[in-house]
């Protein structure tokens, strides 16, 4: 049995939720999932942490409909890839959704 170290909430009080995390070379965190705490429907949502699992940003993608990150990857030249799915780009309804990211 262990002891926990910590823990921190992320979001604004709506429907906010992580569905993947990554730990990032320098021992940061990299979180995927959804938020409703910016706008009225579902955002993809990505939130970088420190070692601590303090926030150091957060991002969101989506459009009219709804976006899901479902799991995020640090890539090698310091971004991010986030797979998951989107109602409002593709062929229509249900789509995969494919991100990449870089932080400036």
Known sequence: ???????????LGADDCAECVQEVSDGSYILAGMTRSYEAWEQAWLVRTDASGDERWTVRFGGEGWEYGRCVSPTSDTGFIMVGETTSYGAGGQDAYLVYYRPL
């Open 1 to 11: 049995m262990g002891i926990e170290q910590w823990s921190r909430t992320f979001g």
